[in-house]
């Protein structure tokens, strides 16, 4: 599984080469990076795909996770809200707030 991680990795920067603004390889090789522990990367991925879409919630979940994991807590915590803004519906951002002894909505 590792090795094909490591592919899918190398084949998501290079269709990032090919043409940077592409919010799906950002976002998949952000996912990739999170899978492989290299949580600073990730965070520089999703941030990229962010900037492509900047209401998109499962960006802003993964993200607030990617940050969660660094120590990142009070900015993961905003991107956890910003996922309940863009869509009320997000259990996990919800119970990743919750995990971080947050109460969405205050």
Do not use: C, W
């Not at 599984?1 to 976002?27: L, N």
């Not at 607030?64 to 951002?93: K, M, Q």
């Amino acid at each position: 599984v590792e090795g094909r991680i490591d592919e899918a990795s190398e084949a998501y920067g290079e269709a990032i080469r090919i043409d940077p603004r592409s919010f799906h390889a950002h976002f998949q090789l952000a996912d990739a990076l999170m899978t492989q522990g290299k949580h600073q990367e990730a965070i520089a991925e999703f941030g990229a795909a962010l900037k492509l879409s900047p209401r998109d919630a499962d960006v802003h979940v993964a993200l607030g996770y990617a940050l969660r994991a660094v120590g990142r807590t009070a900015e993961s915590a905003e991107h956890f809200r910003h996922a309940l803004t863009a869509n009320p519906n997000r259990t996990d951002a919800r119970k990743a707030l919750s995990e971080l002894g947050i109460i969405p909505g205050s």
